[in-house]
């Protein structure tokens, strides 16, 4: 495993749309233990594939206190959405900030797993959050293009 480079507000890729993964290999299950250690060094909860210069459908998260249940979603989509939560959004792509988003608060995702299995997975609060975070980043959108008011300056807050 590797951690790999974070691209940065920006950068041109983080603007464009991933590509579905077809198939599972050893070059993208290395793309997603590198994602996976990326994200746990970066302190980050999810990280999405564009992140790491790779246009292709998949996104790593994990909202857990002990930074233990690493989440791998492979072609996400988010299939049912209910009510709202308004709160304070960061991202690794977008250091030192933080800025108010509002975002389902339920959400439910089909994806396949590492092993190309169908799954499907619920979320609530920081979890569903996470979810819509990375999700809009296989789009090529960031979160300060949805941004109410002004970026801040983060401080200790939550980052990504
Ligand atoms: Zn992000």
């Not at 960031?142 to 983060?154: F, I, Q, R, S």
């Amino acid at each position: 495993m590797a951690i790999r480079q974070i691209r940065k507000l920006g950068d041109s890729i983080l603007g464009k749309k991933s590509r579905e993964i077809t198939e599972m290999n050893g070059r993208i299950s290395t793309l997603i233990d590198d994602m996976l250690e990326t994200m746990y060094e970066a302190q980050g909860v999810g990280l999405a594939a564009p992140q790491v210069g790779i246009l292709k459908r998949v996104v790593v998260i994990d909202v857990s206190e002990e930074a233990d249940q690493p989440i791998v979603l492979i072609n996400p989509v988010i299939v049912e959405t209910a009510g709202e939560q308004t709160g304070n959004e960061g991202c690794l792509s977008v250091p030192g900030k933080t800025g108010v988003v509002t975002r389902p608060n339920y959400v439910k995702v089909r994806a396949k797993d590492r092993r190309m299995q169908e799954i499907e997975l619920e979320g609530t609060e920081l979890l569903a959050r996470a979810i819509c975070h990375e999700l809009d980043h296989l789009e090529g959108i960031l979160y300060v293009e949805k941004v109410e008011g002004d970026l801040h300056d983060a401080g200790k807050d939550w980052e990504e």
